[in-house]
Nanobody, 119 residues
Framework: QVQLVESGGGLVQAGGSLRLSCGAS????????MGWYRQAPGKQRELVAT???????NYADSVKGRFTISRDNAKNTVYLQMNSLKPEDTAVYYC?????????????WGQGTQVTVSS
């Protein structure tokens, strides 16, 4: 049974920091990229940051310089360090794992963790 367990969300004042974690278990295929997406009320889900198994990272322009994604391949865990948080960062944050069976992509999603930034 595949499980993506997220933690670290919460309420923080603008300018504060939070660290999200997502541990994946039960995935039998090769894990390629891991990442974080977010969805604010009334908006579409958007990419926040991704990291490949080799450590290459990609960030949304809105979080560059403030957020840092990292991963522990041995633990199948991905982290998102969020600094200098802004009210517009308020959203449900979802962990994503892109696993591969040959050339086929098999994605998995976490249940989401709420991040609320007050002004």
């Amino acid at each position: 049974q595949v499980q993506l367990v997220e933690s670290g969300g919460g309420l923080v004042q603008a300018g504060g920091s939070l660290r999200l974690s997502c541990g994946a278990s039960g995935i039998i295929f090769r894990i390629n990229a891991m990442g974080w997406y977010r969805q604010a009320p009334g908006k579409q889900r958007e990419l926040v940051a991704t990291i490949t198994s080799g450590g290459n990272t990609n960030y949304a322009d809105s979080v560059k310089g403030r957020f840092t994604i990292s991963r522990d391949n041995a633990k199948n865990t991905v982290y998102l360090q969020m600094n200098s948080l802004k009210p517009e960062d308020t959203a449900v944050y979802y962990c994503n794992v892109d696993s591969r069976l040959g050339a086929a992509s098999i994605p998995y999603w976490g249940q989401g963790t709420q991040v609320t930034v007050s002004s």
